[in-house]
C-alpha cells in the first residue's frame, strides 16, 4: 500500500513563511512527477506547484518568487517552501505524486489527505 502524508500547516500571520512536508510511504517502486496543489472554501482545488524527478519545476503565476518546491528523492519526500504568505493563500494544501508501486509496471496518482494552512492577523 502506498499513501502520502503531509505536515507543516498551520496559522500564520501575513508576510510570514511556511514550510510544507510530503513523504510518500509503501511499497513504492519509483516515483515521477510530485506537486501541491490547494482548494480553498468554495473554490475548485488548482495546482500550486510541481516538480519533476530530475528537479525542473513548474509554478502557478499566483505564487511564482513566493514558493518554492523542493524533493528529497531518498527520502521520498516533496517540500513546499512558503515566503511571503497571503491571506489568499489560506486553503488545505494536498500533496500529490505519481508512483509506480513495486507490483505494478505502470504509475498510478496519489492524493495525501491535505494540511490546512490559514494567513490570518
Known amino acids: 500500500q502506498v499513501q502520502l502524508v503531509e505536515s507543516g500547516g498551520g496559522l500564520v500571520q501575513p508576510g510570514g513563511s511556511l514550510r510544507l512536508s510530503c513523504a510518500a510511504s509503501?511499497?513504492?517502486?519509483?516515483?515521477?512527477?510530485m506537486g501541491w496543489y490547494r482548494q480553498a472554501p468554495g473554490k475548485e482545488r488548482e495546482l500550486v506547484a510541481s516538480?519533476?524527478?530530475?528537479?525542473?519545476?513548474s509554478y502557478s503565476d499566483f505564487v511564482k518568487g513566493r514558493f518554492t518546491i523542493s524533493r528529497d528523492n531518498a527520502k521520498n519526500v516533496v517540500y513546499l517552501q512558503m515566503n511571503s504568505l497571503k491571506p489568499d493563500d489560506t486553503a488545505v494544501y494536498y500533496c500529490?505524486?505519481?508512483?509506480?508501486?513495486?507490483?505494478?509496471?505502470?504509475?498510478?496518482?496519489?492524493w495525501g489527505q491535505g494540511t490546512q494552512v490559514t494567513v490570518s492577523s
Open positions: 500529490n505524486a505519481d508512483i509506480r508501486p513495486v507490483w505494478y509496471q505502470s504509475t498510478r496518482n496519489y
Open positions: 509503501g511499497n513504492i517502486g519509483g516515483i515521477s512527477a
Open positions: 516538480i519533476t524527478t530530475g528537479g525542473p519545476t
